[in-house]
């Protein structure tokens, strides 16, 4: 039985509760996932809804599961860390769950209590909210997104009776899963700042608030909303007095064990990733990164959708681009986050709504293989059949314009659609191998558009550090690093960069519990910071563009029309409206 100092990593994904039980050097001793309910509206696509009961009983399933197969002692667990998905958890003000489904239970007691971040309800409200000309919009690109907090708050405002409003507690999901595990509402920097209108430089804006409906929040001193007199924490800060009796016993742990201030599961994916050294044909990198490499980085971490974060010493602003946020990760540390809406969900889409996805299934089941691999092997056969070099060169006439869910960045804006150009009359499994592969194209040039942007306001990212079940695709991984003409770096393992940067958070707790927690300097917490990273993250392995001349030149012409699509659909969106009238 270890007596070893250890420490646990939890993330809540958009469909799952992961836990990792991690040893001081990063290697992960056990792992749990635990499945979570999303609930549907069938009348309306925009609606995503989860309950926290339901997350709490997975996370508590999945870390006692890790003890149990590790044999390792909850005595041993020194720190506990968290990330999650930045979905708006509602409570009452004693911490129990309130409905957030329209009708006639709306803010009443009940599972239902967490909008998810895909949600996409709020859109009168983001609307609201860009017609105000408010400096919160500065630091979220210029538009603020329908899947952020305040919109999402509005709209239960404007429907919930206003009694039990002002019984609610609105929480991005990481600050309630501290809050749920300590008692101590205290919120995090990275989740108040990135996603609920808690501006870098001067605070809380009481003018805003009072402008698009929500002044009880100002009434109130923002306790409804937490961070009152702006007190937050930088990431793994230790929370209150660490778990509760209550949720210690939940979680199979000892109460006290400390608790580090959490991340938004994007941000988490930065900190397990970034510091990573890495194998370039077999050989590990001789240096050791610093902090300040750090802002030639980009971490994307890439499932159901993809975030794109990059930190640099001063703030930059970047339209259509989230932030610059102020002390998400780092005290005086800036942050800039792109994102792609849909990524992960948008193939599973292109894929299962093919009429021919059950040949495909048949076809993987009886070879026992992937299905990815199998489209691999008929994209292989086809570029033989049509004797070309390569797969851009095989789908160069099929062009996909991804945004079926809207655009996050770099146009922030919800009401971009999808499209294909170039289609034939052919329903087979050829058919679908090329729009799967035009689809890896729209995604990675997308990526591109988002990086040009950031660097074009001031960034230098020369490296996109992945983590994510995406990063296991390797084709769309050489994308990345061919359309963008950048490296790219794979994590150890693809789907545990985002658990791992949790429990860095855990270890951080603790060892700022005995520096002195809240009141170490901002250089005492960022050189402890990253060297925990940089001791706790395992080796990647590099991906250096491969593209040939012929192949840069399609990608670039790719790229040129994948452009013009946005100005197109644009155009034409006008057009119709104004015939409309």
């Known amino acids: 039985m270890s007596t070893q100092n250890h420490y646990i990593g939890v993330d809540v994904g958009t469909g799952s509760a992961r836990a990792s039980l991690v040893?001081?050097?990063?290697?992960?001793?056990?792992?749990?996932?635990?499945?979570?309910?999303?609930?549907?509206?069938?009348?309306?696509?925009?609606i995503f809804e989860q309950s926290t009961s339901n997350i709490w009983s997975a996370i508590s399933r999945a870390i006692k599961k890790c003890l149990h197969d590790s044999e390792v002692p909850a005595s041993a667990v020194k720190g506990i860390g968290f990330d999650a998905t930045c979905s708006l958890a509602?409570?009452?003000?004693e911490?129990?769950?309130?409905?957030?489904?329209?009708?006639?239970?709306?803010?009443r007691p009940g599972d239902r209590n967490i909008v998810l971040w895909a949600d996409h309800r709020a859109e009168?409200?983001?609307?609201?909210?860009n017609g105000t000309g408010s400096i919160v919009l500065d630091y979220v690109g210029g538009t603020m997104s329908l899947e952020m907090e305040v919109p999402k708050i509005l709209w239960l405002k404007n429907r919930m009776d206003p009694k039990l409003f002002d019984r609610c507690q609105f929480f991005d999901l990481?600050?309630?899963?501290?809050?749920r595990a300590t008692t101590d509402s205290t919120r995090s920097s990275c989740s108040v700042t990135c996603k609920c209108s808690f501006?870098?430089?001067?605070?809380?804006?009481?003018?805003?608030?009072?402008k698009i409906g929500l002044g009880q929040l100002v009434i109130g001193g923002y306790e409804q909303i937490g961070a009152a007199n702006g007190n937050v924490l930088t990431a793994g800060l230790p929370v209150g007095r660490g778990l509760s009796k209550v949720a210690a016993g939940e979680l199979g742990l000892v109460e006290g064990t400390p608790v580090g201030s959490g991340l938004i599961d994007a941000y988490a994916g930065w900190l397990g990733t970034v510091a990573a050294r890495y194998k370039e044909n077999g050989n590990?990198?001789?240096?050791?990164?610093?902090?300040?490499?750090?802002?030639?980085?980009l971490a994307v971490v890439a499932g159901?959708?993809?975030?794109?974060?990059?930190?640099s010493p001063k703030g930059v602003f970047v339209d259509g681009v989230w932030g610059p946020y102020k002390d998400a990760i780092f005290r005086d540390w800036w942050m800039n986050e792109g994102g792609q809406s849909s990524t992960g969900q948008l193939l599973d889409f292109i894929l299962t709504t093919h009429p021919a996805y059950s040949k495909l299934v048949e076809l993987a089941n009886r070879e026992q293989k992937n299905i990815h691999i199998v489209l691999r092997d008929i994209l292989e056969r086809l570029k033989a059949e049509k004797g070309v070099d390569t797969l851009t060169e095989l789908t160069k006439d099929l062009h996909m314009y991804p945004d079926f869910h809207g655009n996050r960045s770099p146009i922030a804006d919800p009401r971009m659609r999808g499209s294909f150009v170039g289609l034939e009359l052919d329903d087979g499994l050829n058919d679908l191998a090329k729009k799967y592969n035009v689809t890896l194209e729209a995604i990675a040039l997308q990526t591109r558009h988002i990086v040009d942007e950031m660097n074009s306001k001031g960034h230098n990212i020369t490296s996109i550090y992945m983590s994510g079940s995406q990063a296991k695709n390797t084709s769309l991984m050489q994308l990345f690093a061919d359309i963008c003409n950048i490296s790219v770096v794979l994590p150890y393992e693809h789907s545990g960069a985002v658990v791992l940067g949790a429990a860095m958070l855990g270890r951080f707790a603790a060892e700022a519990a005995e520096m002195g927690g809240k009141d170490m300097s901002g250089e005492e917490q960022a050189k402890a910071l990253w060297k925990i990273m940089v001791e706790m993250t395992p080796v990647g392995t590099l991906i250096s563009p491969a593209a040939t001349v012929k192949e840069k030149k399609l990608l670039e012409a790719k790229y040129k029309i994948f452009r013009e699509s946005i100005d197109i659909q644009q155009r034409w969106r006008e057009e119709i409206e104004d015939a409309s009238i």
């Open 199 to 210: 501006v870098p430089t001067t605070g809380w804006q009481s003018d805003f608030f009072q």
């Open 95 to 107: 911490g129990e769950p309130i409905i957030v489904t329209k009708g006639d239970q709306l803010g």
């Open 23 to 46: 040893k001081k050097d990063g290697t992960v001793v056990a792992s749990s996932t635990q499945e979570t309910l999303t609930y549907r509206d069938p009348n309306d696509h925009r």
């Open 90 to 93: 509602v409570t009452d003000l």
């Open 304 to 311: 159901t959708s993809t975030c794109h974060i990059v930190q």
């Open 284 to 297: 590990l990198s001789d240096s050791i990164p610093s902090l300040d490499e750090s802002r030639h980085r």
């Open 124 to 129: 009168e409200e983001a609307n609201l909210i």
């Open 174 to 179: 990481p600050d309630f899963l501290t809050y």
